[in-house]
């Protein structure tokens, strides 16, 4: 069951709990397991002892509905535009992305493909980049490190964008996959 | 009346935060013995506070919604059945009208309730896990109400103040020590009640991702959350009456709820997960045994 109703603006006063929460979400970030792209591979490593991203609070969710943030890891083709469209909005509020790699910025190596997406941002909000090809875990706990100050400053506000500029990203999204069956909202 | 709120209210919450911490201190050992550094000791309040205050947008029936609630109200109803601390007049909750028969009934409770909710999201692998948990809860409730018998004829009564009562008098007239096979038939039982490894065939990651809370998220979360703190604490201090002695003064009960929670902490590392048929014949079959060598000798 989804429901198509946009959710009302939230308020925006800045109030001394909203500086908790964002304490405690910069601090306890879950991510959605599922790899995009080839650098799902570099995502990995960051469970081992060797670079163990659970000291940052970071755990991978196996569902889309108890995690915050969404890496696509690398290139994202149209067909699997489609499902990342689909998690992220089956994922709550307030929710991150996080783009791995050259390809999510200007297409990387596939900037010439028939069926490769080459700017990541006009489909879905990104709230860091980590550029490379591919980023090694460093930089992805990078990435980490400044989504967790972006939250701290109450700046990582993607989430907000998207609600706000649906048509913007629904027009560009449904301009690349042709068949197009998802409900309008699937919040 | 005022009071004995006063005392529900304080229990739940001392439980949670109690049980909260012992979560911390789980993942810390975890980590530790895979040779990483780990999360915070805190980390669990973190993680607590931050669904709890995140945003919720999915319905799927009455029950889904009911459901952690139905499983905080098991682990608050066996925390207030079972008594904290022995000769303690300041908090009494209910435990001068629990009966063991009533507080495994209790821990039924909260189970089935999940169960109910988890099948209301529709999601396979929710079925899934229900069906694997409510095969391997039967099991282990045979065992466990073996060792429940073997107590009950030992002592003679089924109150579980008396059995406290019965054990005060030096640590070898702790049950543990009387009735050496049914403790560790119990000790058994209680690994899959923690949903510790070889039994963790409910959560069960990397296989059924998550089992029954596939669906839920945010606030629902933070009460299922909460609602295994709270329950995992009551087991504990069931357990430490059953056959520790039960507790004497408040830091005795939490030295020996900790040591004991230690237990499935240090055994689930170490071990694969059993396949569910795998999990439900041992259960039928070895911690039975093991009570009624037990039982035979009480008996005799």
């Keep these: ?187 | 009346m005022i009071g004995l709120i006063a005392s529900i209210a304080l229990t739940s919450i001392g439980a949670l935060a109690w049980g909260l911490l012992l979560g911390g201190v789980s993942r810390m050992v975890t980590a530790r013995i895979h040779g990483r550094i780990g999360p915070r000791l805190t980390q669990n309040y973190i993680d607590l506070w931050k669904l709890f205050r995140k945003k919720s947008s999915i319905h799927h029936g009455t029950m889904f919604w009911l459901a952690p609630m139905f499983r905080i109200t098991g682990g608050i109803g066996v925390l207030l059945l079972v008594p904290l601390v022995a000769g303690n007049s300041l908090i009494v909750n209910m435990s001068f009208a629990g009966d063991l028969l009533l507080v495994v009934y209790f821990m039924f409770f909260g189970c089935l309730g999940m169960a109910l909710g988890a099948g209301d999201s529709g999601h396979p692998y929710a079925v899934i896990a229900v069906s694997r948990g409510l095969s391997q809860m039967s099991s282990y409730e045979l065992s466990f109400s073996a060792v429940v018998l073997v107590l009950a004829a030992g002592l003679g009564t089924l109150s579980i103040r008396e059995m406290v009562a019965a054990q005060q008098g030096g640590i070898l007239s702790w049950n543990a020590f009387r009735f050496p096979f049914a403790t560790a038939a119990g000790l058994i039982t209680f690994l899959p009640m923690q949903m510790a490894y070889p039994f963790s065939i409910v959560l069960a990651p990397q296989e059924i991702p998550i089992g029954p809370p596939t669906e839920y998220s945010s606030r629902f979360l933070s009460f299922m959350f909460s609602g295994r703190a709270i329950f995992g604490v009551a087991k504990l201090v069931l357990f430490v009456n059953l056959f520790f002695g039960g507790a004497g003064s408040w830091p005795g009960l939490l030295v020996k709820t900790f040591l004991l929670y230690m237990f499935p902490v240090f055994v689930s590392p170490v071990f694969p997960r059993f396949r569910t048929e795998q999990s439900v014949r041992f259960l039928w079959f070895v911690p039975t045994a093991l009570a009624a060598v037990d039982l035979v000798r009480v008996l005799i």
């Design chain 1, 1 to 187: 069951m989804y429901c198509n109703r946009i959710p009302d603006r939230p308020d925006e006063r800045k109030r001394i709990w909203d500086r908790v929460d964002d304490m405690a979400r910069a601090n306890s970030l879950w991510v959605t397991a599922y790899g995009t792209g080839c650098g799902a591979i570099e995502l990995r490593p960051l469970h081992t002892s060797r670079f163990d991203m659970e000291r940052f609070g970071i755990a991978m969710r196996p569902t889309p509905r108890q995690a915050d943030v969404l890496i696509i890891s690398g290139y994202l083709a149209v067909k699997t535009l489609k499902r990342v469209i689909r998690v992220y909005e089956q994922m709550q509020d307030p929710k991150y992305i996080i783009a791995l790699g050259s390809c999510t910025i200007n297409g990387g190596m596939y900037f010439d493909s028939y069926n490769t997406l080459n700017i990541l941002d006009r489909y879905l909000p990104v709230d860091v980049y980590v550029n490379g090809c591919m980023p090694r875990p460093e930089a992805i706990i990078d990435g980490f490190s400044l989504l967790m100050r972006k939250i701290k400053d109450g700046h990582a506000d993607g989430w907000k964008h998207y609600r706000e500029n649906l048509d913007f990203y629904r027009e560009n999204q449904k301009s690349v996959i042709s068949d197009w069956d998802l409900p309008d909202y699937n919040w």
